[in-house]
């Protein structure tokens, strides 16, 4: 069975850092594209940033490029999401998410599991 689980939410002002963890068991973690979205309230989920299972390609949506920066540790089957020069903005609740084919893409149809989701909040 495979399950995701983020840490590393909570409560900032606008400015700070919060780093993300996303730890996967089962055995998919290594060929698996690692995506995180996020959901703030009253809005759609939307596509933050993935990156592929050798490390090397990553995509990140234009609101956070230049800020946030994904990672991944396969031999910790964890991936991770740093997030700098927060903004009141960024305030959602973030979703990791693997699409165990590895289509590398932002669609995410292609995401087949999820974990619970982290709260991030930020504030002015």
């Known amino acids: 069975q495979v399950q995701l689980v983020e840490s590393g939410g909570g409560l900032v002002q606008a400015g700070g850092s919060l780093r993300l963890s996303c730890v996967t068991s089962?055995?998919?973690?290594?060929?698996?594209?690692m995506g995180w979205f996020r959901q703030a309230p009253g809005k759609e989920r939307e596509f933050v940033a993935l990156?592929?299972?050798?490390?090397?390609?990553?995509d990140y949506a234009d609101s956070v490029k230049g800020r946030f920066t994904v990672s991944r540790d396969n031999a910790k089957n964890t991936a991770y999401l740093q997030m700098n020069s927060l903004k009141p903005e960024d305030t959602a609740v973030y979703y990791c998410?693997?699409?165990?084919?590895?289509?590398?893409?932002?669609?995410?149809?292609?995401?087949?599991?999820w974990g619970q989701g982290t709260q991030v909040t930020v504030s002015a």
């Open positions: 990156i592929r299972w050798t490390g090397s390609t990553t």
């Open positions: 998410a693997a699409d165990h084919l590895g289509s590398g893409t932002r669609d995410e149809s292609n995401y087949d599991f």
């Open positions: 089962g055995r998919i973690f290594w060929r698996s594209t």
